[in-house]
């Protein structure tokens, strides 16, 4: 059972990355798909949230209109899109996973990795000013 991200990097402010999930040792198209950062002057903080099927996808306010989440279940891969960088996207992110659930309106997504059931080890995003 294992997620691996690929494509942090460094970026200038106002630039574009694209991170990537590699999903495997689960039934991937079973599960959310999640993404969260971590920074020393924030600490955890959740990114985004997709279902199984691509048709419900969740921001944090902070990414709302800059990141997309998407994935590709036929290649148990996903993806998170991040435009319009700014120096406080600087962070390590992660991709995690859980079985699928429905969510309320006021739902708060954890940031911490460890309390999803499925977690990778990370890719760093510096971006600079």
């Known amino acids: 059972v294992q997620l691996r991200e690929s494509g942090g990097g460094m970026a200038q402010s106002g630039g574009s990355l694209r991170l990537s999930c590699a999903a495997s040792?689960?039934?991937?198209?079973?599960?959310?798909l999640v993404w969260v950062r971590h920074s020393p002057e924030k600490g955890p903080e959740w990114v985004s949230t997709?279902?199984?099927?691509?048709?419900?996808?969740y921001y944090a306010d902070a990414v709302k209109g800059r990141f997309t989440i998407s994935r590709d279940n036929a290649k148990n891969t996903g993806y998170l899109q991040m435009n319009s960088l700014k120096p406080e996207d600087t962070a390590l992110y992660y991709c995690?996973?859980?079985?699928?659930?429905?969510?309320?309106?006021?739902?708060?997504?954890?940031?911490?990795?460890?309390?999803?059931?499925?977690w990778g080890q990370g890719t760093q995003v510096t971006v600079s000013s």
């Open positions: 995690a996973s859980r079985q699928a659930r429905n969510y309320s309106d006021n739902y708060r997504f954890p940031g911490i990795r460890t309390l999803y059931d499925v």
């Open positions: 997709i279902n199984p099927a691509g048709s419900k996808t």
């Open positions: 040792g689960f039934t991937f198209s079973r599960y959310d």
